[in-house]
């Protein structure tokens, strides 16, 4: 079966860094997405990645290593409004995206 | 602001009345999808419309019923649900179903079913 893991939930602390974590198994692979959802918000897309390596935005980056299955995305200088769940997703060989439950990122001042 | 729109943003309904959900986009996109949300679990896709035809539709059960008038319109009809249908509802809308067409989101619709 197809399947994206995430970590349920992080704290972090104002002004740090923290990385998300995702790894996947899914019938072919068109890219791995993320996106930020806040709390009775819209989900917001964040990054596509397709190809193995880092993609910087500002102070959000995605990394993917296909050949491991894993991404992660790297959130720096966090601020309280980053509080919010951020959700994993693959696009399959059938480009339908697979989901990964999200995980629930806290920051403590 | 995502140019996605829902309405109602919440309703509860009792399991034998009949409601519909609307999501309009204002983006000119050509594809347009129903998720339903649980807490703690994944996105589910429910339905897929490209340029108002059904292109996909994931086992969902028949008292969830789509309609995609036109490509800015999608509505979910909803009749005789069940408790576990509570959920919110997420509509977005791409330009296309390709790989690189990014869903944009509307904020929901969170219902309840007594």
């Known amino acids: 079966g197809q399947n994206i893991d995430q970590p349920t939930e992080m704290t972090a602390t104002e002004g740090a860094i923290v990385q998300i974590n995702c790894t996947y198994q899914?019938?072919?692979?068109?890219?791995l997405f993320w996106y930020q959802q806040h709390a009775g918000e819209a989900p917001t897309f964040l990054s596509y990645?397709?190809l193995d390596g880092l993609e910087e935005k500002g102070r959000f980056s995605s990394f993917l290593s296909r050949s491991k299955g894993y991404s992660y995305l790297l959130l720096k200088e966090l601020q309280m409004k980053d509080s919010a769940s951020y959700l994993c997703a693959v696009m399959d060989s059938n480009y339908q995206l697979i989901w990964g439950a999200g995980t629930k990122l806290i920051i403590k001042p | 602001e995502t140019g996605v729109t829902q309405t109602p943003r919440h309703l509860v309904m009792g399991m034998t009345n009949k409601k519909s959900l609307k999501c309009e986009q204002h983006?000119?996109?050509?594809?347009m999808y129903w998720y339903k949300q649980s807490a703690k679990k994944p996105l589910e896709l429910m339905f897929v419309?490209?340029?108002?035809?059904?292109?996909e539709n994931n086992s969902v059960p028949s008292r969830f019923s789509p309609e995609c008038p036109n490509s800015s319109h999608l509505f979910l009809h909803l009749h005789t649900l069940q408790p576990e249908d509570s959920a919110l509802y997420l509509c977005?809308?791409?330009?296309?179903?390709?790989?690189?067409?990014?869903?944009?989101f509307g904020p929901g619709t969170r219902l309840t079913v007594l």
């Open positions: 419309y490209s340029l108002e035809e059904r292109v």
């Open positions: 990645n397709v």
């Open positions: 977005a809308s791409s330009q296309g179903t390709g790989v690189t067409d990014t869903q944009y």
């Open positions: 899914t019938s072919g692979f068109n890219g």
């Open positions: 983006l000119g996109h050509n594809a």
